[in-house]
C-alpha cells in the first residue's frame, strides 16, 4: 500500500502531472479584473488604428485622459462595475489605479509619435501599448504584483515578452493542449524566495485581424517588419500574465 502510493507519487513527478494548487476565487477575480481592464485599454487602440495611422491627420483626440475614458466605459460595460468604485485603499483598487495611471502615463508619453502629420505608419499597435502599460504598471507597483503579455515561445517577438520558466510551463503543458477549455484560465499558487503568489494565466486566441501581421505566408514581412509566424484563426496568440499576492 505504502510501497503503492509512493510509486504514484513518483510517476505524477516524472510525468510532471503533480496537481498545482489552483489560486484562490479573490485572486482569479483581481485577475479577472486587471486583464479586462488592460482589454479595454487596448481596445481603444485598436478601433482607432486607421486614425493613428492616417498621414493627414495631426491631433488625434487620443490623449491619456480621452484614451482612459475609453478604457473605463469599455471596462464598465465588461464588468457592469465602474473602476473608480472599487476601495482604493484595498488590493485591488491600488493596482487597478496603478493600470488606469498606466494607461494615462503611456498615452501622454507617445503624444508626439500619435499626432506626427505627413506620417502613415508609426508603429504604435495594440501589442506595443499593452506592452508599454505592463512595464508602467510594473514600475508603479513594485513587488505587489506583476503583469506581463507573453505568448508562445516560437511566437515571441520582442525579447522583452519571452515567458519565464513557470509561464513557458503553463503554456506548453495546459493552455496549449489539446483539451484545455478554450479561454480557460490556468493559475496555480507558487513558492518563490520565500513569497507565495497567486500566478494566473489569461489566454488569449488570434481573431482574423491579427493575421495581416501574425498569419500566412510565414515568413513575409508584415508592416511592422517582423516575419509573419503563419498562425490561424483560434490558435493561441497570447496570455496575459499576472502575479498577486494571495488574498
Ligand atoms: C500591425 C501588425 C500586428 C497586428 C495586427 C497584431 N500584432 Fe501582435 N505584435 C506585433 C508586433 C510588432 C509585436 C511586437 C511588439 C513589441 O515590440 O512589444 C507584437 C506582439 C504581440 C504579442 C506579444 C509577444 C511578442 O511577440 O512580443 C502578442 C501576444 C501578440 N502580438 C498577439 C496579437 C494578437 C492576439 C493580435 C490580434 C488581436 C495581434 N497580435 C495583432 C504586430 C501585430
Redesign the pocket.
Known amino acids: 500500500m505504502k510501497c503503492g502510493l509512493a510509486a504514484l507519487l513518483v510517476l505524477q513527478m516524472l510525468s510532471g502531472s503533480a496537481a498545482a494548487t489552483e489560486a484562490a476565487p479573490a485572486d482569479l477575480a483581481i485577475a479577472r479584473s486587471l486583464a479586462t481592464m488592460l482589454q479595454s485599454a487596448r481596445s481603444v487602440i ?1 478601433v482607432n488604428q486607421e486614425r493613428i495611422n492616417d498621414p493627414a491627420l495631426g491631433d488625434k483626440g487620443l490623449s491619456g485622459a480621452a484614451v482612459l475614458e475609453k478604457a473605463i466605459a469599455n471596462y464598465t460595460q465588461a464588468t457592469g462595475r465602474d473602476p473608480n468604485t472599487i476601495d482604493p485603499t484595498s488590493y485591488e483598487g491600488r493596482l487597478i489605479r496603478a493600470q488606469m495611471d498606466a494607461v494615462v502615463e503611456v498615452m501622454d508619453a507617445n503624444q508626439a509619435t500619435i499626432n506626427a502629420e505627413g506620417e502613415g505608419f508609426k ?1 504604435f ?4 501599448f ?2 508599454l502599460v505592463t512595464e508602467a504598471f510594473q514600475a508603479r507597483v513594485g513587488e505587489e504584483a506583476s503583469m506581463k ?3 508562445p515561445p516560437v ?4 525579447r ?2 519571452r515567458p519565464d520558466a513557470f509561464e513557458a510551463a503553463a503554456i506548453r503543458d495546459y493552455l496549449e493542449a489539446a483539451d484545455w477549455p478554450k479561454g480557460q484560465i490556468y493559475s496555480a499558487l507558487v513558492s518563490a524566495d520565500g513569497q507565495e503568489r497567486a500566478r494566473i494565466m489569461v489566454p ?4 482574423p ?2 493575421l ?3 498569419g500566412d505566408p510565414a515568413g513575409e514581412l ?5 516575419p509573419k509566424e503563419g498562425a490561424h484563426e483560434g490558435d493561441l ?3 496575459i500574465s499576472i502575479g498577486l499576492i494571495p488574498q
Not at 508584415?222 to 517582423?226: K, V
Open positions: 485598436s508603429g499597435i495594440p501589442a506595443t499593452t506592452r503579455f507573453t505568448a511566437l515571441i517577438r520582442n522583452k515578452a488569449e486566441y488570434y481573431v485581424s491579427c495581416t501581421c501574425h508584415d508592416i511592422t517588419g517582423y496568440g497570447g496570455v
